[in-house]
């Protein structure tokens, strides 16, 4: 398959995760770009493709385990805050995280109260490739690079300083030629040059004859290009068809079941296999279910009549 997405609810971006080390919080997105607008099934993850698409820098299996077991010990302590001053709730995103070292998957189910967090994202949304992300380095790099993808479009962010330190879990010691030195040197060696970013700090006057203190950061970088933005309409043409319904034919439709769409997978360098496993009529779109050969897992894509489809095949299938 091509390149994952990750794709999350901006409300995901209030969590710090800098108490992942950097293969824990790569699994964790990892798990996000394939669990994204699934509903609220179980989906299984099959151990071979987690580590491939992570990059897992292990090969014992004993390793790989414990990194599973430990990501979900820290997600559990770290909830998920909505709301506002007045009101608010904290929630863990997954329910059930299941680890079979016979078989050799992982099987997570998502919390139904909050499942918009990575469904139904229509908007107010967080987006970008999962193979960029496993290959940063620092922990800082990637938590700054997820907030700085909220804002792909208008390519500024600003932010003060205290909310800063606790997005990406500062230490409330660290003074700001620390902070350039441990925070920014590793964001800027690996974000800097292929995002043209720049840092302006915000300063405040102290009381009385006090020095002026950083009270604040703008951050400044390259916006989303042009096919960034048609990746991303075509992510939400799937949920958003406006066009009715034509006449279905369902016998003609039996006649794809089971059929295979051959595409070329750039993660495993090799040709893969989507079977179409059943076709479903639902609120004016034909929604069409595909299921890999090697790994299992399912994707669901909707048309806005079989004609639609039809030309997507004919397109994609080889």
Same mark, same amino acid.
């Given at each position: 398959?091509?390149?994952?997405?990750?794709? +999350?609810?901006?409300?995901?971006?209030?969590?710090?995760?800098?108490?992942?080390?950097?293969?824990?919080?790569?699994?964790?997105?990892? #798990?996000?770009?394939?669990?994204?607008?699934?509903?609220?099934?179980?989906?299984?993850?099959?151990?071979?493709?987690?580590?491939?698409?992570?990059?897992?820098?292990?090969?014992?299996?004993?390793?790989?385990?414990? @990194?599973?077991?430990?990501?979900?010990?820290?997600?559990?302590?770290?909830? !998920?805050? $909505?709301?506002?001053?007045?009101?608010?709730?904290?929630?863990?995103? +997954?329910?059930?995280?299941? #680890?079979?070292?016979? =078989?050799?998957?992982?099987?997570?189910?998502?919390?139904?109260?909050? =499942?918009?967090?990575?469904?139904?994202?229509?908007?107010?949304?967080?987006?970008?490739?999962?193979?960029?992300?496993?290959?940063?380095?620092?922990?800082?790099?990637?938590?700054?690079?997820?907030?700085?993808?909220?804002?792909?479009? @208008?390519?500024?962010?600003? %932010?003060?300083?205290?909310?800063?330190?606790?997005?990406?879990?500062?230490?409330?010691?660290?003074?700001?030629?620390?902070?350039?030195?441990? %925070?920014?040197?590793? $964001?800027?060696?690996?974000?800097?040059?292929?995002?043209?970013?720049?840092?302006?700090?915000?300063?405040?006057?102290?009381?009385?004859?006090?020095?002026?203190? %950083?009270?604040?950061?703008?951050?400044?970088?390259?916006?989303?290009? =042009?096919?960034?933005?048609?990746?991303?309409?075509?992510?939400?043409?799937?949920?958003?068809?406006?066009?009715?319904?034509?006449?279905?034919?369902? /016998?003609?439709?039996?006649?794809?079941?089971?059929?295979?769409?051959?595409?070329?997978?750039?993660?495993?360098?090799?040709?893969?296999?989507?079977? !179409?496993?059943?076709?479903?009529?639902?609120?004016?779109?034909? !929604? %069409?279910?595909? =299921?890999?050969?090697?790994?299992?897992?399912?994707?669901?894509?909707?048309?806005?009549?079989?004609?639609?489809?039809?030309?997507?095949?004919?397109?994609? /299938?080889?």
């Amino acid at each position: 398959m091509a390149n994952e997405v990750v794709k +999350f609810n901006n409300d995901m971006n209030t969590v710090a995760l800098r108490k992942f080390n950097s293969v824990e919080i790569n699994l964790l997105m990892a #798990i996000c770009s394939r669990i994204r607008e699934q509903g609220l099934k179980y989906i299984e993850f099959d151990f071979r493709y987690l580590k491939h698409l992570t990059k897992f820098p292990y090969d014992d299996m004993k390793s790989f385990v414990n @990194t599973l077991d430990k990501s979900y010990s820290k997600l559990l302590e770290c909830h !998920i805050r $909505i709301g506002d001053d007045i009101e608010w709730t904290r929630f863990v995103l +997954f329910t059930k995280y299941t #680890i079979n070292v016979e =078989k050799q998957i992982i099987t997570i189910g998502i919390n139904e109260e909050f =499942k918009y967090i990575l469904n139904e994202l229509t908007s107010d949304f967080t987006r970008f490739e999962l193979d960029e992300f496993v290959n940063f380095k620092s922990t800082y790099t990637k938590e700054f690079y997820r907030r700085m993808k909220q804002f792909r479009y @208008t390519g500024i962010w600003i %932010v003060d300083i205290e909310e800063f330190k606790y997005l990406m879990d500062i230490p409330l010691n660290y003074k700001i030629d620390t902070i350039d030195k441990k %925070v920014f040197k590793p $964001i800027m060696n690996e974000l800097g040059e292929n995002y043209n970013l720049k840092i302006i700090k915000k300063y405040k006057k102290g009381l009385g004859r006090g020095r002026s203190r %950083v009270s604040g950061f703008e951050f400044r970088f390259k916006k989303s290009n =042009k096919k960034q933005k048609t990746d991303e309409a075509k992510d939400l043409a799937k949920i958003l068809f406006e066009n009715n319904l034509k006449t279905f034919d369902y /016998a003609q439709a039996n006649a794809y079941i089971n059929r295979k769409i051959k595409i070329f997978d750039k993660i495993f360098d090799r040709y893969n296999y989507l079977n !179409i496993t059943n076709f479903k009529e639902s609120k004016e779109q034909l !929604i %069409v279910t595909l =299921k890999n050969v090697d790994d299992g897992h399912i994707q669901y894509f909707k048309f806005n009549n079989f004609n639609h489809f039809e030309n997507w095949f004919k397109k994609y /299938a080889i």
